[in-house]
């Protein structure tokens, strides 16, 4: 049975933007894209000295289970050639399952929601474009309502 996930892309190596197509044509494997955001250009949050990001969010239904799904996601950044130097460093390819349907997973590489999500204006902004009222099973509140509630900050303008 298929259900609705939402992923996060992002990329700040390269031509972030044709990182970030050809990043969704892969994703379209796995299921069928239902919506996508704009692109957004972000300020990096962990690591800060390093090139801006290029974000958006797709809305995929898809067969696949979350571990297929994230399995899958880790493959195209591979595929891409996406090298892991430093944990939230700079990287030509990103992807992160966000949510997938209103379940909640915490297992060993696998965590749904994504445990950082609500944190994450460069996450949030695309999210509430396509889905404003995709809701956090573990917070309750929408994606609207947590993109409203974060602090200042975080510079993030679509492009």
């Known amino acids: 049975m298929a259900e ?9 190596i390269g031509d972030r933007e044709a990182n970030l197509r050809e990043a969704i044509a892969l994703v379209k494997d796995g299921g069928s894209l239902r919506a996508q955001s704009a692109m957004y250009e972000t300020q990096p949050v962990d690591l800060p000295n390093q090139p801006w990001f290029l974000n958006c969010a797709v809305e995929l239904e898809t ?17 891409m050639g996406r090298l ?5 460093g700079p990287r030509k390819i990103d992807i992160d399952v966000l949510l997938f349907g209103n379940r909640i997973i915490n297992e060993p590489g696998l ?11 460069f996450v949030l902004k695309p999210l509430a474009e396509i889905a404003p009222n995709a809701q956090h099973p ?4 929408t994606a609207s309502e947590l993109l409203a509630a974060l602090a200042e900050g975080q510079i993030v303008r679509q492009i």
């Open 84 to 88: 892991r130097f430093r944990d939230k």
């Open 111 to 121: 965590q749904i929601p994504h445990p950082a999500m609500h944190l994450r204006r």
């Open 4 to 12: 609705l996930a939402y992923l996060s892309l992002g990329s700040n």
């Open 138 to 141: 573990v917070l309750g509140k």
């Open 63 to 79: 067969g696949k289970t979350p571990r297929e799904l994230l399995k899958s996601a880790l493959a195209i950044e591979a595929a």
